[in-house]
């Protein structure tokens, strides 16, 4: 596709509720990665795909998110049992075959928990 | 403990005017230094990437600076656009494998007419 598409752009969910948010990278590019950007501060680091592996994690705040990129192409970032604490802009962004490459972001999924 | 800090955090400057946004980092070990646009409910667009050797990058009316030695780095808008008001968000990336990337908080730019 021409960018990083995501949807759904935005979710409202029930305290307690499983989302499920996906990711459609720019085609070709190799390198995956999800972001979590709290309300007027920057992006952090969630997780990294390389193809359909997962090389890093480590930005995942707890065992309720999961990530996953099957295919090496689509990812899917799934947060069960929703807390308000979650609430938050949800970024995608891919690049080329060069992990050290510039980076495409999508428009991101904005996460409401009630 | 990896981190960039942005000043100041937000700033409002009048149609046609310069600005100077600050960047000071705490990154080991440093790959490059990145430079994103962020429009209201959209996601970032790179502006610039510096990597060590380079001291000066120009995009259009930005011009980056990196100083490595006291790890700071400067984004300057001349003649400021309306369409300049947005999120300036400077990223530092760790070298080792991948784009791991540090986040800065964003200094909130307002063009007024």
């Known amino acids: 596709g021409a960018g990083v598409s995501q949807s759904p752009r935005y979710k409202v969910a029930k305290r307690g509720q499983d989302v499920a948010l996906r990711c459609d990278p720019i085609s070709g590019h190799v390198s995956l990665f999800w972001y979590q950007q709290a309300l007027g501060q920057g992006p952090e680091f969630l997780t990294y795909f390389q193809n359909e592996a997962q090389l890093d994690k480590s930005g995942l705040p707890s065992d309720r998110f999961f990530a996953e990129r099957p295919e090496g192409s689509v990812s899917t970032l799934k947060i069960q049992r929703t807390q308000q604490e979650d609430s938050a802009v949800y970024l995608c962004?891919?690049?080329?075959?060069?992990?050290?490459?510039?980076?495409?972001f999508g428009e991101g999924s904005r996460l409401t928990v009630l | 403990k990896n981190q960039v800090e942005q000043s100041p955090q937000s700033l409002i400057i009048l149609e046609g005017k310069n600005c100077t946004l600050q960047?000071?980092?705490?990154?080991?070990?440093?790959?490059?230094l990145r430079w994103y646009k962020q429009d209201t409910g959209r996601g970032p667009v790179s502006l610039t990437i510096?990597?060590?050797?380079?001291n000066t990058k120009s995009n259009g009316r930005y011009t980056a600076t990196l100083d490595a030695d006291t790890k700071q780095s400067s984004l300057h808008i001349t003649a400021s656009q309306l369409s300049d008001s947005a999120s300036y968000i400077c990223v530092v990336s760790t070298s080792g494998g991948y784009n791991k990337l540090i986040f800065g908080a964003g200094t909130r730019l307002a063009v007024h007419p």
């Open positions: 960047c000071n980092y705490t990154v080991s070990p440093f790959s490059n």
């Open positions: 962004a891919s690049s080329w075959d060069r992990p050290t490459g510039e980076l495409f």
């Open positions: 510096m990597t060590f050797s380079e």
